[in-house]
């Protein structure tokens, strides 16, 4: 709430007071959510041992039919069975067990959710039953899409996306993380095309006579269901093997040149993370399939990984971009997730956090420790952030389990097993890793049982870091104060832990560098908010390392001497100590410190280092620091080209920048993300956009189209109306989705900048009203997340977000129609409290004016 002034004037008092008061009340009212239910593990009244898909694939039609054939043991005497089954056709239930060979109909009942079968009698406990289901799905909410592999063209791809619960949508099954079977695939589609699914390929049969082809896949060892796969389309096949397993990529037609370049480390990831568990790679094959508008980065699919169209990587994007992060995370996942599944959603971070981690062992292993560093340095500000700061990993009250996709379990779990790593140190860490893999291989896990493998192996109570980091939120905030006594020959270091929660306990190392090599070292076991240390030193310090390994998860701020930071800036061994000073430094924005920014922008020997220096400059603000940004434009390295160019961003209608960046985009960069930066940050600097050279930049092709998708974006910040119409041009289904998110956005910032009218929004409203209905996620996600963002113009939406944030298939959607709705109905309240303010404060202005007059009439002689 902004302050208001109280006048000395007497007369002015009481509008003033009183218009505090209301206000105060006004944002004072009490806000109210529901609860969360409380999410626990369900009973099993079956073992399902096994599941076949016998089914075809109809592009025409866009229907999957057939029969799915489940194999169970009962757990005690059943006359029922309900199966998680979504809008699914089902024209026949049939059960067989091994004493009745004749299978016997059997009624059902279907519901929104789910299929009930009843059976005539008792089926007996630990007894072999096989339940055949003939049903038929037409174009699925959710699971499973019928899509194309180009914008124009008519279906001509099918692919799945199961987790975390939407395979349902396309087969009957129990549809939780707690239950595992076997599965077989056997798919009959049209000849050309292929059929891939997880497991190994037991027979690929053409059928001249119907023009068809059959594929006949099986997975012998268990998997739970979310992890079931099918992709059907036509794709370039590229085939190698690692230890005579099958290693397949399956890329569009004419990708095939971008193979090596994208997958080449595949092969060696397998073979090193097998060395790094002690585990082999556990499954008949590895295939990776990159899809067209696929709903995810990438899904970890048993033995098949269903990755994003923009995964595959040409020679120019080459230079700056790779992704081998997201191949190691889903490869990474044939573990940790696969062959052993988090038991519940709860415990999601057992799956996310360690394929994280699994990021970061690799950057370590190929590129070194300062990779690996700043792998850690940009995870922790997100491991620190949002849902994290309220929630624990171990989280049993959710809405939703996609509610756990979030922070907490991808860069925080990563970073609760890095602390884990340094706590019991390589060997044991890796020793105690690898025999939770093998106790819950083919099974799921707790974290419990996680902790309990390291407490049995190393002799360790670890039940106070398991409370501290997955059952409760937050991190360690700490300020640290040095000082040298020189009297004394002591350094005294102060340690406080200053956030609001309890104390946290947590090993810290403090590394004192003196002259000539002394050395004084502090390696204490943190548990109290506050204390005092002392180190004898005979030289005043030269160098101050706070957590010098990286080990903590945790905000840390400083105080010492320039020096002290000066020194750390120039010769501190670790990244993340040099980015640190440099952020610091650029705090004081003296010409000095700078100077000495300037120089560590171009001769820090890490360009993470130098990208950090760059968003610093950028932060501060100064004519110096714009100056320094300026003449780095050009700068070796790619990506510290690419922050320099968004740290200008800061300097709106800088003159000096605007020239700077007309004459860069006009030169051009190798990097298509330098182009594209530049773009974005002339547009943003200028706070204006020339329509027709905006224009000229959509036809430049690139990776993932970041060009163009710039060009989209910097159309917001045009104010000639033919902007608008061509962003509403490419928020059409003939547009690739990632441009026609970007024009979404563009039209968001267009209302923005324009301050279009109310009235003048509802065309656009209506427009992205429409795609609320598409049937792909990423288009409901994106209109979903712009009318969100126009706010009170989006109103006439409310309902339809409403709903679909209460059902809709895609849980991802959910969330994002969820906080539209919040954004619009804030902006409408502050519409109204404005509203009701204009009335109050009209009101207290008539009041004021009666007592005026009464005031003047007192005043009379």
Not at 265 to 281: L, P, Q, V
Not at 310 to 317: C, P, S, V
Not at 617 to 628: D, F, Q, S, V, Y
Request: glycine share 4%; net charge negative; aromatic share 10%.
């Amino acid at each position: 709430m902004a302050r208001i002034e109280i006048m000395k004037n007497p007369r002015s008092y009481s509008l003033a007071f009183l218009l505090m008061n209301a206000i105060s009340v006004l944002y004072s009212l009490p806000l109210t959510a529901a609860e969360t239910p409380l999410r626990t593990v369900a009973d099993r009244k079956v073992d399902i041992e096994h599941i076949k898909l016998d089914l075809s694939v109809s592009f025409e039609e866009e229907t999957v039919s057939g029969t799915a054939t489940l194999y169970f043991q009962p757990f005690d005497e059943i006359t029922q069975l309900t199966l998680d089954a979504v809008a699914l056709d089902v024209r026949a239930a049939r059960l067989v067990s091994a004493k009745e060979e004749e299978p016997e109909d059997l009624k059902f009942d279907l519901t929104e959710s789910s299929l009930t079968v009843t059976f005539p009698k008792k089926l007996a406990r630990q007894t072999d039953y096989q339940l055949a289901i003939d049903y038929s799905v037409h174009k699925p909410k959710a699971g499973l899409y019928f899509t194309a592999q180009t914008e124009a063209a008519a279906s001509n791809l099918v692919w799945t996306q199961g987790e975390p619960e939407t395979n349902r949508y396309w087969f009957p099954c129990f549809d939780h993380p707690h239950e595992r079977q076997s599965t077989e695939v056997i798919v009959t589609t049209k000849a050309g095309f292929s059929v891939l699914s997880n497991g190994r390929l037991v027979s690929r049969t053409d059928l001249p006579e119907t023009e068809q082809v059959k594929y006949h896949w099986k997975q012998d060892a268990s998997h739970v269901s979310y992890l079931v796969t099918l992709v059907v389309g036509q794709f370039e096949v590229v085939d190698e093997t690692w230890n005579d397993i099958p290693v397949q990529y399956y890329i569009p037609p004419n990708r095939a040149e971008d193979v090596a370049r994208t997958f080449g480390n595949t092969k060696e990831m397998i073979a090193f993370f097998s060395e790094r568990f002690g585990i082999d790679y556990p499954w008949e094959k590895y295939a990776q399939v990159v899809l067209y508008n696929f709903s995810s980065g990438g899904m970890e699919n048993t033995s098949a990984t269903s990755l994003h169209d923009g995964t595959l990587i040409d020679e120019r994007a080459s230079l700056d971009t790779s992704s081998d992060w997201l191949i190691a995370h889903e490869l990474g996942h044939q573990w940790w997730g696969d062959l052993v599944t988090c038991k519940s959603w709860s415990h999601l971070w057992l799956n996310e956090g360690f394929a994280s981690y699994c990021e970061v062992l690799w950057d370590e292993h190929r590129n070194g420790t300062d990779e690996r560093d700043y792998h850690l340095f940009r995870e922790s500000s997100s491991a620190r952030s949002s849902s994290a700061l309220s929630k624990p990993i171990v989280d049993r009250h959710y809405e939703h389990p996609t509610g756990m996709f979030d922070v907490r379990v991808y860069p925080k779990g990563a970073w609760v097993l890095h602390m884990l790593r340094r706590r019991v140190g390589d060997e044991d860490f890796f020793r105690c890793i690898n025999r939770y893999g093998i106790e819950y291989s083919f099974n799921t896990a707790e974290t419990d049982d996680l902790r309990k493998v390291f407490e049995r192996l190393l002799g360790l109570s670890l039940e106070r870091f398991f409370y501290d980091w997955t059952e409760r939120p937050g991190h360690p905030e700490l300020k640290v104060k040095t000082s040298y006594e020189e009297a004394k020959k002591k350094v005294r270091v102060e340690i406080e832990q200053t956030q609001k929660w309890d104390p946290f306990h947590f090993p810290l190392k403090i590394e004192v560098w003196g002259k000539e090599d002394q050395t004084a070292v502090l390696e204490e076991f943190v548990t109290e908010k506050k204390g005092v240390y002392f180190l004898d030193l005979p030289t005043a310090p030269q160098l101050v390392r706070i957590d010098p390994e990286f080990s903590l998860l945790a905000k840390i701020e400083e105080e010492k001497s320039r020096s002290l930071w000066v020194k750390q800036l120039e010769e501190a061994p670790s990244i993340v100590e040099r980015i640190r000073a440099a952020d610091h430094l650029a705090k004081s924005t003296t010409t000095e410190d700078l100077k000495l920014l300037q120089k560590a922008l171009q001769d820090d020997a890490f360009y993470g280092v130098q990208i950090e220096i760059a968003q610093a400059l950028g932060n501060a603000k100064t004519k110096e620091a714009r100056n320094i940004l300026i003449e780095s434009l050009e700068h070796s390295h790619p990506k510290t080209r690419r922050a320099v160019v968004d740290a200008l961003r800061q300097f709106e209608k800088d003159d000096v920048v605007i020239a700077a960046l007309e004459k860069k985009l006009e030169t051009g960069d190798d990097s298509y993300n330098v182009v594209a930066a530049t773009i974005s940050a002339l547009a943003s600097v200028r706070q204006n956009a020339p329509l027709y050279k905006t224009i000229e930049l959509l036809d430049r092709d690139s990776h993932r189209d970041v060009v163009r998708r710039a060009a989209l974006e910097s159309l917001g910040y045009c104010h000639d109306p033919r902007a608008l119409d061509l962003l509403l041009q490419w928020t059409g289904p003939d547009k690739y989705h990632a441009c026609r998110q970007a024009a979404m956005e563009g039209i968001v910032r267009y209302i923005s900048e324009n301050k279009t009218p109310l009235g003048q929004q509802k065309q656009i409203v209506t427009r992205l009203a429409e795609y609320l209905n598409s049937p792909a996620p990423l288009t409901r996600r994106s209109a979903s997340s712009a009318l969100g963002k126009i706010g009170e113009g989006a109103r006439s939406t409310l309902d339809k977000l409403r709903q679909m944030a209460n059902d809709d298939p895609d849980g991802w959607t959910r969330v994002r129609s969820s906080s539209a709705v919040q954004q619009i109905e804030a902006a409408n309240n502050s519409r109204d409290e404005i509203k009701t303010l204009r009335d109050d404060i009209e009101k207290l202005r008539q009041q004021q004016n009666e007592l005026d007059n009464k005031f003047e009439g007192l005043e009379k002689p």
